[in-house]
């Protein structure tokens, strides 16, 4: 048994288990404001046990690059998305996971409604660019309809889309961006995202 968690210690998926623990139960950990500082934490069965989680993984599908999702079925469900467990998660890709993201927005078009991204996919509309038309105040249909480019889309406004790796929202500018994390002033996340000083935060530019 012991030869076997040696192996599974070496998986993918270890780093993915610990990685939740930590947003869970790390103050220090940048996610943790949004995730165990929001009352979110891991169930006893796969906290006290990392073959069981490795086990549940695997067997429900689970490859390299996929991500596991606590908020798809307490949403369906209409409860609060608090906790990692085999009940409330499902294995999603990142574009899977993405859609069903809190933070991802919705619009209802020709009687549907859908995220951006799957807009986009409809469209065929760069889902950056599509979003950033959006924020400057383009209709829904002339986002979608044009294919046109102006100076600001290829230029700065692409340049200023900010992503946060590790909770998956997006931001617009070094503003909004330090404002949602509490933790850093918009001149010195600018130093870090331009490369002034060291990125140490989460936050890239996209």
Same mark, same amino acid.
């Given at each position: 048994m012991s030869d076997r968690k040696n192996?599974?210690?070496k998986h993918s998926l270890y780093k993915v288990y610990h990685d939740i623990?930590?947003?869970? *139960?790390?103050?220090?950990?940048?996610?943790?404001?949004?995730?165990g500082g929001g009352g979110?934490?891991?169930?006893d069965e796969w906290r006290m046990d990392f073959i069981a989680f490795y086990n549940w993984a695997v067997s429900n599908g689970w490859n390299a690059g996929m991500e596991i999702d606590k908020d798809r079925i307490p949403r369906q469900l209409g409860i609060p998305a608090v906790v990692y467990s085999p009940e409330m998660c499902s294995i999603l890709?990142?574009?899977?996971?993405?859609?069903?993201?809190?933070?991802?927005?919705?619009?209802?078009?020709l009687?549907?409604?859908?995220?951006?991204?799957?807009?986009?996919?409809?469209?065929n509309v760069n889902y950056k660019l599509l979003w950033s038309r959006?924020?400057?105040?383009?209709?829904? *249909?002339s986002a979608l309809s044009s294919s046109k480019k102006t100076q600001q889309d290829t230029g700065n406004d692409r340049r200023k889309l900010i992503l946060n790796t590790q909770t998956g929202?997006?931001?617009?500018?070094?503003? *909004?961006?330090? *404002?949602?994390?509490?933790?850093?002033?918009?001149?010195n996340l600018h130093c870090k995202l331009s490369g002034k000083f060291k990125n140490n935060t989460p936050f890239i530019y996209v």
């Open positions: 192996d599974v210690a623990i930590k947003r869970c *139960e790390n103050k220090n950990c940048r996610a943790y404001p949004w995730y979110v934490k891991m169930c890709t990142k574009k899977e996971n993405m859609n069903a993201h809190s933070l991802n927005r919705i619009e209802e078009y009687g549907r409604k859908q995220t951006l991204s799957e807009w986009a996919d409809e469209f959006l924020k400057r105040g383009w209709s829904f *249909e929202a997006f931001y617009f500018g070094a503003k *909004e961006a330090s *404002e949602s994390s509490g933790i850093y002033t918009t001149n």
